[in-house]
């Protein structure tokens, strides 16, 4: 089998060297071939570091650890439907039904993502960048079921050529592609992008004629509560207990339902070292940092501070996108800082902002996109200052 | 010598999209983000630039030998600024409507860095002839920007250009919607940038 694989590349390589028939297409096959077979390319210049983990196996990581949340994605988008229209909610079922509505949403961000980065790689002679395959499979999985098709051909369009091909593909982004995709449509399509209308996709059984189901996430249930009322029995009463929200047992887009999946994820990418933990923990600390002043202001005053405050700390992250947020789209290698120090702070911000975007402003019930969006903005600022403090430490060389 | 080739020619034309004064200097960003949610007011804006432009370049030039160097900015600033409140009299006399959406941005046209600058790089130093179609120029490659700009805007923002429906009702009715996001003024910064990536593949060196 390998030496079969390894016959049918070395018989077509020619056609796409230099010379041959499919030369502009080169870069098509490089990315064929190396997903196979690990390149035999050695570097040329001076020292350099010897490292077995390329840009490609890093990224087949990342997918790896974005199974857990995508397959339950999947499983939750069926139930979601099976619930709202009434249809069979045995397993099988279910997975087919979510499966239909997930990976139309999956191809589309793929195949248009992937045309635009063939397009630049052949104008601009580099390779193919297995970023993309991260980008396209996490930007579907931040979108609601309802998404139509075509939006999301526009939102990755933008995100891949303005998010990132403008800057000069992958490695010297400054925002994260898929999010930048996301806010694109946030902004464009505002009623496609939240609501209470566009968690759940419904599929018309001849009985009962169902256009849209209403079905308010826990973060748009917030806002609702009068003052002085507790956050944490409205959620309850709504249905929503921290397990059910833990587990991710609800409507909301597709990958983030679920903290319970995300933290395998988590964990796969910190065993590996993929991820970096400091901006996950960092992130984590600022989320409580914020919150829990909030909450024991809250409890003391009796209630009369902003009403998302008298929700338990820890329901902030679990509840809406924050833990997809600060696992997937935070330690992102490009946007993130890379420094120690500060990938702390930057990670402690996103939590920050995050928690005060969802408190303070009534017009965006969430914030994490928002929140590492902007932090993305102030990455190298960060870096600059960290490294600044660093050299001044330094003992001159006399 | 050919017509493309004189001076007088090569005035008005460069700056069209060689050294478009958006494109290449960055001026007049701030109106072109403001007045260009519609095709109807960025034409208008377009009009009221290019004969303040051109007519603050013909003036300052035919008096560029008699203005003491020292007190320059204040003549030029005078006499922009009675052209930019003769244009915004003419606009609220016969375009109300259009002057009424415009508000403050006509008034705006004595801060626009394109006619300042113009008249002190080049009308101070050139005929009379020769700067006014500097200005003529510079100020069509503001406007072409605009049109443009304004164009995209309010074809993928409300549908409609100069107003009328264009998008047919049967895009509607399958899905198609309006990117809300092409009323907002961040908007216009991309497609600006877009645009100059654009013209820089296009003039190369």
Same mark, same amino acid.
């Given at each position: 089998m390998v030496r079969m694989l390894k016959k049918l590349f070395n018989t077509t390589r020619p056609h796409f060297e230099s010379g041959g028939k499919l030369e502009k297409l080169h870069p098509l096959f490089d990315a064929i071939e190396t997903v196979a077979f690990a390149p035999a390319l050695t570097t040329k210049a001076d020292t350099h570091v010897r490292d077995s983990l390329d840009l490609k196996r890093f990224m087949t990581f990342v997918i790896l650890s974005l199974m857990p949340?995508?397959?339950y994605g999947i499983y939750n988008t069926g139930c979601q439907t099976g619930l709202a229209s009434g249809l069979d909610m045995g397993f099988v079922p279910v997975m087919l039904r979510g499966a239909w509505v997930v990976m139309p949403m999956l191809m589309v961000s793929y195949s248009v993502g992937l045309f635009w980065e063939i397009l630049f790689a052949s104008v601009r002679r580099h390779k193919i960048s297995e970023g993309f395959l991260v980008t396209g499979l996490l930007f579907p999985m931040t979108l609601p079921p309802t998404t139509p098709l075509w939006q999301i051909a526009v939102g990755i369009s933008f995100g891949v050529v303005i998010g990132k091909e403008i800057f000069g593909g992958t490695g010297r982004n400054i925002l994260n592609p898929a999010l930048t995709a996301r806010a694109f449509l946030f902004f464009a399509y505002p009623a496609n992008m939240s609501g209470d209308r566009v968690w759940t996709v419904v599929r018309n059984t001849g009985s009962q004629a169902v256009d849209a189901v209403t079905a308010a996430t826990p973060l748009a249930l917030a806002p609702l509560a009068a003052s002085g009322e507790a956050m944490s029995k409205i959620l309850t009463d709504a249905g929503y207990t921290f397990q059910r929200l833990f587990i991710g047992y609800l409507p909301g887009s597709i990958g983030e339902t679920s903290a319970l999946m995300i933290l395998m994820g988590a964990a796969f990418l910190l065993i590996t070292g993929v991820a970096n933990y400091r901006i996950m923990i960092g992130g984590v600390l600022g989320v409580l940092a914020v919150a829990y002043p909030g909450y024991l202001i809250n409890l003391s005053s009796g209630g009369e501070a902003a009403s998302m405050f008298s929700v338990h700390p820890t329901w902030h992250l679990v509840m809406g996108s924050f833990a997809f947020g600060i696992v997937y789209m935070a330690t992102d290698p490009v946007s993130a800082p890379g420094m120690n120090l500060s990938r702390w702070i930057y990670g402690f911000a996103i939590g920050a902002l995050t928690v005060m975007i969802r408190v303070f402003n009534p017009a965006y019930p969430e914030g994490v996109m928002l929140s590492i969006l902007f932090m993305n903005l102030f990455a190298p600022l960060i870096d600059h200052f960290v490294i600044k403090v660093r050299l001044g430490k330094r003992i001159p060389n006399v | 010598m050919k017509m493309t080739q004189s001076p007088t020619f090569k005035a008005f034309s460069e700056p069209l999209v060689k050294n478009n004064p958006v494109f290449i200097q960055s001026l007049g960003i701030c109106s072109a983000l403001a007045v260009t949610v519609q095709l109807k007011t960025a034409i208008v804006m377009a009009l009221a630039m290019t004969s303040v432009t051109a007519f603050s370049n013909l003036t300052i030039s035919a008096m560029r030998n008699v203005i003491p160097r020292n007190v320059r900015m204040i003549v030029e600033l005078s006499v !922009? @600024?009675?052209?930019? !409140?003769?244009?915004?009299?003419?606009?609220?006399?016969y375009f109300y409507d259009i002057s009424k959406q415009l508000s403050v941005f006509v008034g705006l046209i004595i801060t626009n860095c394109i006619v300042m600058g113009r008249a002190e790089t080049y009308a101070l130093g050139n005929p009379p002839i020769r700067s006014f179609m500097d200005g003529l120029g510079n100020g069509a490659g503001y406007g072409l920007v605009l049109v443009t700009v304004a164009f995209i805007?309010?074809?993928?923002?409300?549908?409609?250009?100069?107003?009328?429906?264009?998008?047919?009702?049967?895009?509607?009715?399958?899905?198609?919607?309006?990117?809300?996001?092409?009323?907002?003024?961040?908007? @216009?910064? !991309?497609?600006?940038?877009?645009?100059?990536?654009?013209?820089?593949?296009?003039?190369?060196?």
């Open positions: 949340p995508f397959f | !922009i @600024a009675s052209l930019v !409140i003769l244009a915004d009299e003419i606009l609220r006399a805007r309010e074809l993928f923002g409300a549908g409609k250009l100069l107003g009328f429906p264009v998008v047919p009702q049967f895009f509607y009715d399958h899905g198609y919607m309006n990117m809300g996001f092409m009323q907002l003024a961040p908007a @216009a910064f !991309i497609i600006i940038g877009l645009l100059v990536w654009l013209q820089k593949s296009i003039v190369k060196g």
